[in-house]
């Protein structure tokens, strides 16, 4: 994995991305870091424990589309392409290929679901009230 990450300001400059509360943006930057080079992360609950984030901060990524989410509880970062570009001497290929393979990008380079029937979604507990 890179020791180095870029994050694109047309992204975290965004009001979309700065109607976050602060934890939610902080865990945004976590994940980046962390993730291969196709922004896979294969451990994001540890990254949140690790910032002291909770299941809220995630499922905000999630619902403002920041993250995809798979069932096999691998995330990855959906501007990752906007934000990175990886030398093809320095590319790493990701060893998540079913998640991988599940996805496209649109006209801007973000990541989008290819298809409808995989099962995505943060799996967190849901508190009411």
């Given at each position: ?80 392409r ?33 298809t ?5 979604g ?8």
């Amino acid at each position: 994995m890179a020791e180095r990450r870029m994050f694109a300001k047309s992204i975290i400059d965004s009001d979309l991305f700065l109607d976050m509360p602060i934890s939610s943006q902080c865990l945004y930057f976590h994940l980046g870091i962390r993730a291969d080079d196709d922004g896979f992360v294969n451990n994001p609950k540890k990254i949140a424990k690790m910032i002291n984030a909770n299941d809220d901060d995630m499922r905000i990524l999630f619902a403002k589309k920041f993250i995809i989410t798979f069932a096999s509880g691998v995330i990855v970062i959906s501007h990752w392409r906007v934000h990175n570009y990886i030398q093809k001497d320095r590319y790493k290929p990701t060893t998540f290929h079913q998640e991988k393979a599940v996805l496209g990008t649109d006209t801007n380079n973000v990541y989008t679901l290819d298809t409808e029937c995989v099962q995505v979604g943060y799996a967190g507990k849901v508190r009411l009230g």
